[in-house]
């Protein structure tokens, strides 16, 4: 039996994943063809098909391509001494991709595939769960630490930040003009003003009473 080289077999892999990333992001999954990511990765069939059964798997191992060094900077997110910058960390780490041209489209492919493929929108459900978990925690302890507002419940404002993370994807794949890089340091703005605004009961002059508020309608 002939040896496998484990690195040349990853790299063989990695091949036809790179060869298929533009032909699902440029056409969608449902158009592109077995025979087209041969042609791209300049392989016979035969040869995809011992390193990958069918198109799906080659759909999902893109889709899982960055999986161990997300793994990676998530924990050591969750490590970080200071929570707010491993936070911002992890925001910067999760929306950068979106300023590759490809990215946008392919996530927009990957949603629209999940709806018909329970495997798929389980793995998309457990990569968001496990963002999710990681952001409500750095939450949680950068509350602790009095560098964000205790007064925010941390999943929900998780759930807002991964909103806003998301709309930088589906911004870029649909509207031209927007660009992700360029707005990366509004989205930093826009969550460092969100979560650091001052508890309800510490902030100056305290909110207006409702009288107050009558009389201005008044005026």
């Given amino acids: 039996m002939r040896t496998i080289d484990p690195a040349k077999h990853a790299a063989r892999r990695q091949h036809i994943v790179n060869a298929a990333c533009e032909l699902f992001a440029t056409q969608g999954f449902e158009r592109t063809t077995t025979a087209q990511i041969c042609k791209a990765a300049g392989m016979s069939s ?130 031209p003009s927007f660009d992700p890089a360029g707005q990366l340091p509004t989205l930093l703005l826009i969550l460092e003003r969100f979560l650091h605004g001052e508890p309800h009961e510490h902030r100056t002059g305290g909110a207006p009473s409702r009288e107050t508020n009558t009389s201005a309608v008044a005026r």
């Fill in 46 to 175: 035969g040869n995809v098909f011992h390193y990958f059964p069918n198109k799906r798997t080659i759909f999902i191992a893109l889709l899982q391509d960055d999986k161990d060094e997300k793994t990676e900077r998530l924990a050591a997110a969750k490590a970080g001494a200071d929570p707010w910058a491993a936070l911002l960390d992890v925001v910067r780490f999760l929306a950068a991709p979106a300023a590759e041209p490809l990215a946008p489209p392919l996530v927009m492919e990957a949603m629209l595939q999940a709806h018909r493929d329970p495997e798929l929108a389980e793995l998309l459900s457990q990569d968001n769960t496990d963002e999710h978990a990681v952001i409500t925690e750095l939450l949680t302890k950068a509350a602790a630490a009095g560098q964000i507002d205790p007064d925010l419940d941390p999943g929900h404002a998780a759930s807002w930040v991964m909103a806003l993370i998301a709309s930088m994807y589906t911004s870029a794949a649909t509207e």
